[in-house]
C-alpha cells in the first residue's frame, strides 16, 4: 500500500464522476464496510498514521504526517 501524503490527499475527491460536493475535508471510511466506524493509530517510530476498518481489520489507508 502507498502511503498518502498531503499531495495524494489533496488531490482526492469521492469518486463519484461529475459530484459537485465540497472536497475541501476528506472523510475516510472502508470500503469493506462503508458506514461502520475505522480505527486509527499512529506509529511514533515511522511517522505514519494507521487506519483500518473496524469491523474486519483491513486497511484503508496510511498517511505520512509532515516533519517539523
Known amino acids: 500500500m502507498q502511503v498518502l501524503t498531503q499531495k495524494e490527499l ?4 469521492c469518486g463519484i464522476p461529475n459530484c459537485d460536493h465540497d472536497h475541501s475535508i476528506l472523510f475516510f471510511h472502508s470500503r469493506c464496510h462503508p458506514g461502520r466506524p475505522i480505527r486509527a493509530h499512529y506509529t511514533k517510530a515511522t511517522g505514519i498514521i494507521t487506519a ?3 469491523v474486519c481489520d483491513r486497511l484503508v489507508g496510511e498517511i505520512k504526517v509532515a516533519s517539523d
Not at 489533496?10 to 475527491?13: L, R, T, V
Open 52 to 54: 483500518k476498518c473496524a
Open 10 to 13: 489533496n488531490a482526492a475527491g
